[in-house]
């Protein structure tokens, strides 16, 4: 079928109008109408070639909200006319010991990104959100409460499941004290989380005019990190630490302000290697960690917590020849707090 959407042709070129062809359905197959598609800026670094060398062309985006348009005929998780999200990933092997227990994006053969990536034969390329029409098997799809507004849904594909996924896993909660590095999409919906599961939860960031936004959200304190020193009046006080910064810094501050037993996740991905002192790690028996997005089981759970308790992305709408702008607003922590495209400009 043919699609609209956006493209980029090499490293760090801008992204312009393209038609293309998604596959035909296949027995288990979904198709959608895009309805918004959101901008992480795990597009960006990918769309500037900023981690490993990527595919081109590329249609980025992993943040997808829409309307069933079509089914395949073995379908029975969807009916036409029904909203469907899709996140990160669009298949895994399914039979290693991640994808069984629900851990896809954790797959022992490689989960398929939305994008930048083959799909499982080989050699299809896999063309991402940045469109109107998207074809995905039932099984890497997700229902989308009928309660919320659909553009801050879109984020939550992405945003929204990378930081529900270790809050839980680190069981984040009442009597646990959370912070989280940086207030941008993710850092955002963490605070959200963080807040809805009853953590004490503070804020670093490096952009003083976030505040009264990160305290509306629900954040019981507010850090400005601009200038690192501020940190040691935290020293031995988190017992947990997300850090959704995009760009390479120093955590050996941050690390210090886990009290015994406390982790602090790496969620950002820069692209270079961070250096940690092992001194500050056994000091109080800390752990450095990391987590990504989450399976197709938690991205439901997280999708029915949301419309449940009516959490949303903050986000601003913009039309698709405005993505240019919006990766430089991104970069520049310019955006509140995450840019969903109206995929009817497409
Ligand atoms: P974003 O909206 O651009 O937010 C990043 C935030 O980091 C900014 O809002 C800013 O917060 C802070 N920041 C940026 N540059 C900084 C600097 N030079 N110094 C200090 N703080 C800075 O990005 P995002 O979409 O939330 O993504 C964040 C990172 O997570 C990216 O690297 C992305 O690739 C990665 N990611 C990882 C996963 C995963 O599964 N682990 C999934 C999606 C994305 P303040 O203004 O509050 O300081
Ligand atoms: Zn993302
Ligand atoms: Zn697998």
Known sequence: MKAQGYVVHSAGALLEPFEFD???LRPRDVGLE??????????????????????????????IVGK????GSQVSKFKVGELIGVGVFIDSCRNCSSCLSGLEQYCLEEMT??????????????????SNRFVIDEDYAVHVPTNLELSGVAP??????????????????????????????????GVKFAHALGAETTVFSHSAEKEQDAKAMGADHFVITSDVDVLKKYQRNFDLILNTVSAQIDLEPYLQSLKLDGTLVVIGLPG????????TLLGQRRSLAGSMIGGIRELQEMLYFCGEHNILCDVEVIAADYINQAYDRTVASDVKYRFVIDAKTF
């Not at 959101?38 to 769309?47: E, K, T």
């Not at 069933?68 to 089914?71: A, D, L, M, S």
């Not at 930081?163 to 999409?185: D, E, R, T």
């Not at 270079?272 to 001194?279: F, N, T």
Request: proline content about 6%; some cysteine.
């Open 22 to 24: 998604r596959r035909e």
């Open 34 to 63: 895009i309805l918004y598609s959101g901008i992480c800026h795990s597009d960006i670094h990918q769309a500037r070639e900023e981690w490993d060398p990527a595919i081109f062309p590329m249609v980025p985006g992993h943040e």
């Open 68 to 71: 069933v348009t079509e089914i």
């Open 113 to 130: 990104g939305t994008y930048n990536a083959k799909e499982r034969d080989g050699k299809t390329i896999a063309f991402g959100g940045y």
């Open 156 to 189: 939550l594909m992405c945003a929204g499941i990378t930081l529900y996924s270790p809050l839980k896993h680190w069981q984040a909660g009442p009597g646990k004290k959370v912070a989280i590095m940086g207030l941008g999409g993710l850092g955002h919906m």
């Open 272 to 279: 270079k290697p961070y250096a940690v002192k092992a001194g």
